[in-house]
T-cell receptor, first 112, second 115 residues
């Protein structure tokens, strides 16, 4: 079956530090890949997505590249802010409509 | 445009009881899916409905069921509650015209505590 692996964290960074959250996946066929973010007290919201190999998704300074050869979709940001503190979920869909497989979620804490 | 609305926000039940959770999708969205979120297991897919039909189902026991009404509103029901059912239940909606690459819009969830 499909699965997504990411570190649980928490990851603690100072403001303006570089962020990488690793995500690897196992899926049949050609999955679409997503990063969702959950800010404190809010529902999940889509951060970025990529639907085919070598696509790069980007939003709000975050980027992730769909690497089929390494089955990875690592999230990066060059300079984090306190407002980026949240839980980040890597996810995929493959085959079925809207059946999303999520990773465990990585909690990011950015300190001033 | 109103977002995905889930009610109630919090629920406390005892073992053996049953519970019904409600989800109103964004206007015009026809697909509604449900997820269970726990600290240990993360987010796990329960089921997805489109035009009143269940299209996908996750690996949960038959105690978990759902339905969708003609106005796309959805309910999920959990019967014979167990302590392990304590979780945040999230509902998500989408247009679901383009298939599985579409963005999901999530509600804030219903926090269920089983005592």
């Amino acid at each position: 079956g499909n699965s997504v692996t990411q570190m649980e964290g928490p990851v603690t960074l100072s403001e303006e530090a570089f962020l990488t959250i690793n995500c690897t996946y196992t899926a049949t066929g050609y999955p679409s890949l997503f990063w969702y973010v959950q800010y404190p007290g809010e529902g999940l919201q889509l951060l970025l997505k990529a639907t085919k190999a070598d696509d790069k998704g980007s939003n709000k300074g975050f980027e992730a590249t769909y690497r089929k050869e390494t089955t990875s979709f690592h999230l990066e940001k060059g300079s984090v802010q306190v407002s980026d503190s949240a839980v980040y979920f890597c996810a995929l869909t493959s085959g079925g409509y809207q059946k999303v497989t999520f990773g465990i979620g990585t909690k990011l804490q950015v300190i001033p | 445009k109103a977002g995905v609305t889930q009610t109630p926000r919090y629920l406390i039940k005892t073992r053996g009881q049953q519970v019904t959770l409600s989800c109103s999708p964004i206007s015009g969205h026809r697909s509604v899916s449900w997820y269970q979120q726990t600290p240990g297991q993360g987010l796990q897919f329960l089921f997805e409905y489109f035009s009143e039909t269940q299209r996908n189902k996750g690996n949960f026991p038959g105690r978990f069921s759902g339905r969708q009404f003609s106005n796309s509103r959805s309910e999920m029901n959990v019967s014979t509650l167990e302590l392990g059912d304590s979780a945040l239940y999230l509902c998500a909606s989408s247009l679901s015209v383009g298939g599985p690459t579409e963005k999901l819009f999530f509600g804030s969830g219903t926090q269920l505590s089983v005592l």
